[in-house]
C-alpha cells in the first residue's frame, strides 16, 4: 500500500470507535472468487474483528468454490455468515440482497467490500470513521482523490483515463463533485439504504450509479476518502465501453424523470410536498406573473396550492382568493379557501371575494377533476362576462410522449404530463374544443418547454437547452410544448342573454 495511504492510528482509532457506537456490519459481495476470498476476509484489521456486528458473504452462486472456502474460515472469524444465492443476481443484484438484510437485521452501517480483494480491506477503519458524523449517509473509497495514486497501484492507462472522463461527464450532468463515480468501496448508513428505492434498481455494474443517483437525489450526505489503487490477478467482469453507455443512459433517464418527461420508481425521489413554484424566466408560472394587471384586478386562483402565483398576483395590487382543497400550513395576506374543486364550489369563492372575478388563474388544474366540463361551469359562475380565463394542462401530444407510444411506453408517474392524479388528458385542439363547449371563446395558445431549469439545473448548457425548448414549444404548441396555456374570453350563457333581455323588455315597457 503507498505510504500515503497507509491507516494512521488516528484514523484506525476513529474506525474503531464507530464500530463501537454502532452496529456495523461488512458485507463482502463475491462471484468465482475462490482464489481470493480466503486473503480477503483475513486482512481485515485484527482490532476490528471483534467489535463487528458480523462479517457475511453472499455467494452470487459461484461456479468454483469460492462458498466452501468461506465457510471454512468460520473458525478463525466467529462472526462470519456465508449465503449462497440460489440462481446468479449480477453485481447490482447480489447488492439488493446485501443491503436488504443489512435493513431486516437492523445494522447501523453496512460496509460494502469485494471478495477478490480489489479493495484494500486495511483501511476498513477510515471508510468507517466519517459515520461519527450522524448526518454521513455514505462513504465512498476513491481511488482518484491522492494524485498519481492509481497509476501506482497499477491501474491501467485506458481505465484512469476513461474513469476520469466518465466521473467529469456524471458531476456535470448531476451537479455533483465527487472525485470517482466508479469505485466498489462504499458503506451506507442502513436508515439511509431504507430510505431509497434501491430495490428497483438494475442487476448490473452500473447499480452503483443509480444509487448515487438516489442518495443525490435525496440530497443525502456523501463523504469521500481516498483508498489505495490495487490491480492483481483479479478477473474483471465489467465490459467498460457497455457500462459507460449504461452509466450515461441511466442519468439521462433520471434526468428526464426529475422533469417528468418519463417515470421510473427508482427515480421517483422528491418528497410529495405539492407543486413547485417555477421561477425560471421561461417558465409558466412567470409566464402568468408578469402579466400587467389593472387597479380593478379581482383574481381567483383555482388549484392554488403553495400559493406562488397568488403571493405574486397580490404584491403587483390585485385582490386575490386562493383557492384549494387543502391549505397549506402558513400565512398568506389574502383568503384561501379549503375547497373541493369536483363540487359546488362558485358560490363560496365568490361570497369571499365580494363580487365575481375578472381574472381567473387555472394552472395544470382541470386535468385533475372528475368532471371537468361540470367544473368549468362552475368556474364560469366565478367569473365575469367577458373576464379572463388562464388555464393551462400538460400537452399529451408532445414529441416526447409520442415517440415513447411509438415504442410502447406510457409511464404515468408522481408529476408531469402523466401525472397519476389526472383523470383528463389534453392535446391543445382538445383543451380549446373542451373550453370553447363550455362557453368560452379562445383568445391565445401559449406552449412552454420542460422545466429544465427549475427541475434540473441552471448551468450554461440546461439554460441553453430551456431556450430552446422554449422557443419550439411556442413556435408548434401542439407538437414541441410539454404544457400549454390558453387565454379564453368568458362568454355570455344563455342565463346572461336571458337575464338582459328581460331587462331590455322591461325597460321598453316602462
Given at each position: 500500500?503507498p505510504?500515503?495511504?497507509?491507516l ?5 482509532e ?5 464500530a463501537?457506537?454502532?452496529?456495523v456490519?461488512i458485507?463482502?459481495?463475491a462471484?468465482?472468487a ?10 481485515i484489521?485484527?482490532q ?7 462479517i457475511?458473504?453472499?455467494?452470487d452462486?459461484s461456479s468454483?468454490?469460492?462458498s ?8 478463525e472469524?466467529?462472526?462470519?455468515r456465508?449465503?449462497?444465492t440460489?440462481?446468479?443476481?449480477g ?5 439488493k440482497?446485501?443491503?436488504?438484510y ?5 445494522f ?6 469485494h471478495?477478490d480483494g480489489q ?11 466519517p459515520f ?7 462513504v ?16 491501467p492507462?485506458?481505465?484512469r ?6 466521473t467529469?461527464?456524471e ?6 463533485g ?9 458503506a ?11 430495490r ?10 443509480e ?7 435525496k440530497?443525502?450526505r ?8 490495487y490491480?492483481?490477478d ?11 453507455f ?8 433520471a ?6 418527461l418519463v417515470?421510473h ?5 422528491e ?8 421561477t425560471a ?15 380593478s ?8 396550492g403553495?400559493?406562488?402565483v ?6 403587483q395590487?390585485?385582490?386575490v382568493?386562493?383557492?384549494?382543497l ?14 373541493d374543486?369536483?363540487s359546488?364550489?362558485?358560490a363560496?369563492?365568490?361570497k369571499?371575494l365580494g ?20 367544473s ?8 365575469e362576462?367577458?373576464?379572463l ?8 401530444a408532445?414529441l ?13 408517474g408522481?408529476k ?5 392524479t ?5 392535446t391543445?385542439r382538445s383543451f380549446?374544443?373542451?373550453?370553447e363547449g ?6 391565445t ?5 420542460p422545466p429544465?431549469?427549475?427541475?434540473v439545473g441552471d ?7 430551456d431556450?430552446?425548448?422554449g422557443f ?15 387565454e379564453?374570453v368568458?362568454?355570455d350563457?344563455?342565463d346572461?342573454i ?7 323588455k322591461?325597460?321598453s315597457?316602462?
Open positions: 500500500m505510504a500515503a495511504q497507509e494512521t492510528s488516528v484514523e484506525l476513529a474506525g474503531l470507535a464507530v463501537r457506537d454502532l452496529r456490519a458485507f463482502v459481495v462471484y468465482n475462490e482464489a481470493h476470498i480466503r486473503e480477503t476476509l483475513e486482512r484489521p485484527e476490528l474483528l471483534p467489535l463487528l456486528e458480523c457475511y458473504v453472499i455467494d452462486r468454483d468454490a469460492t466452501l472456502v468461506a465457510e471454512r474460515l468460520k473458525a472469524i466467529p462472526n462470519l456465508v449465503f449462497r440460489p440462481y446468479n443476481q453485481y447490482g443484484g447480489n447488492q440482497l446485501g443491503y436488504e443489512a435493513i431486516q437485521q437492523g447501523d452501517v453496512v460496509v460494502l467490500l471478495g479493495y484494500a480491506p486495511e483501511v476498513l477503519p477510515r471508510i468507517l470513521a461519527a458524523d450522524a448526518n454521513t449517509s455514505a465512498f473509497g476513491s481511488r482518484m482523490m491522492v494524485e498519481g495514486a492509481a497509476k501506482a497501484g497499477g491501474m492507462l485506458y481505465k483515463v476513461g474513469n476520469r472522463i466518465l467529469w461527464m458531476n456535470k450532468l448531476l451537479s455533483a465527487l472525485s470517482e463515480f466508479h469505485s466498489g468501496y462504499r451506507y448508513r442502513a436508515s439511509t439504504l431504507a430510505e431509497l428505492p434501491f428497483y434498481n438494475t442487476n448490473d455494474f452500473h447499480f452503483d450509479t444509487i448515487i443517483i438516489q442518495l443525490l437525489g440530497q443525502k456523501i463523504v469521500e476518502v481516498p483508498i489505495p489503487t490491480y492483481g483479479e478477473i474483471c467482469h465489467v465490459n467498460g465501453i457497455p457500462y459507460a449504461n452509466c450515461i443512459a441511466t442519468i439521462l433517464r434526468l428526464a424523470n426529475r422533469v417528468y417515470h420508481p427508482k427515480f421517483d425521489l418528497s410529495n410536498d405539492g407543486y413547485q413554484f417555477k424566466p421561461n417558465s409558466l408560472h412567470q409566464y402568468v406573473v408578469r402579466r400587467k394587471l389593472d387597479d384586478a379581482r383574481v381567483i386562483e383555482l388549484g392554488a403553495h400559493a406562488g397568488s403571493r405574486a398576483l397580490h404584491k395590487g390585485a385582490q382568493v386562493a383557492v384549494d387543502k391549505r397549506p400550513d402558513t400565512e398568506f395576506p389574502f383568503p384561501f379557501l379549503e375547497v374543486l369536483d359546488s364550489f362558485a363560496p369563492v365568490v369571499q363580487e365575481r372575478a375578472n381574472l381567473v388563474v387555472a394552472l395544470d388544474v382541470i386535468e385533475h377533476l372528475k368532471e371537468p366540463e361540470a368549468l361551469q362552475e368556474l364560469k359562475k366565478t367569473l362576462p367577458g373576464g380565463l388562464l388555464a393551462s394542462t400538460g400537452n399529451v408532445y416526447v410522449v409520442r415517440l415513447a407510444m411509438l415504442l410502447g411506453q406510457f409511464n404515468y408522481k408531469g404530463i402523466l401525472d397519476l389526472h383523470k383528463r388528458l389534453f391543445v380549446c374544443r373542451t373550453l363550455e362557453g368560452f371563446e379562445i383568445k395558445v401559449r406552449g412552454f418547454g429544465i431549469r427549475d427541475m448551468s450554461w448548457f440546461l439554460r441553453f437547452l431556450r430552446v425548448a419550439g414549444a411556442r413556435l408548434w404548441p401542439s407538437l414541441l410544448s410539454y404544457q400549454f396555456i390558453v379564453a368568458r362568454k350563457d344563455i346572461d336571458l337575464a338582459r333581455t328581460v331587462a331590455h322591461a325597460e315597457a316602462g
